[in-house]
């Protein structure tokens, strides 16, 4: 099985990102947030682990591309708390820098700071995720990733170092981080020209976290969810019109801030101000 592959290879309805490749260079992700939807399809996803005989194939599979775009993770995070020390990700980078492909990091990581350098070797932009800029909300929600102040910081590093950024304020809960006002300001005065946003999706095993870690949100949620939500691609949605609702506030906030704005996995295009997956940055960055 190749390593770096077409992105949705499913096509969902649901997903608007322009064609790209993904990579993801560990198997599961130990930041372990509760709302992970990988965790559904990916065994003992909370147990990080590297790809097998990574960096070999790698190296074949790179010297192949012609200019794609490579979405460094979709289903994992590049920056795992091993990568630290397995620097495996920083050798993945060295290797695609030297190919021919554009590179979006998707990331809840500072450690993606310590890779400026090879990021500025080929066209890049990277996609911070920043669910919410409260800590103990942030600390229940993605228990082992950096704090939403240290993600801000790693936001202006990067922009600093002419590094375009977007950010990811996602997913979006009722009663959790639906508000997102002070955030998105303090995005647009550090300088973050995209955002994107999409509502939180119940699978099993996520709502089974999510109960555990918000017990009385959860019990406010399930209405929503249950009675009033509807069934899209084997996940549990709020209804349309709250997805709309939620979604078209966040993009008032960004584009009242000059921002871009797109939803991922809505199926809500007429939101998008732009590619939703803040790709466009890698144009903007070449011209
Ligand atoms: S960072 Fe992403 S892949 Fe990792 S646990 Fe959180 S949601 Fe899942």
Redesign the pocket.
Known sequence: MALISRFDPWRSSLCTCPPKLTFNPYTG?D???V??Y??SYIPRFFECRPKSDLLRRLQREAATLKGETVSIAN???PYPRIEAEALLTRVCLAILAQSNCRIQIIT?STLVTRDIDLLGKAPSTVALTITTDDGDVARLL?PN?PAPAERLKTVETLIAKGIPVSVRVDPIIPLVNDKPERLIGTLASIGVKHVTASTYKIKPDNWQRFSAAMPQVAEKLKPLYFEQGEKKGGYTLLHANLRLKLLSNIRRLATANDMKFGVCREGLTQLNTAACDGSWLLAAKQR
Do not use: Q
């Open positions: 992700c930041h372990s947030c709302y992970c990988a965790s289903s994992s995070d809840k993605e990733a």
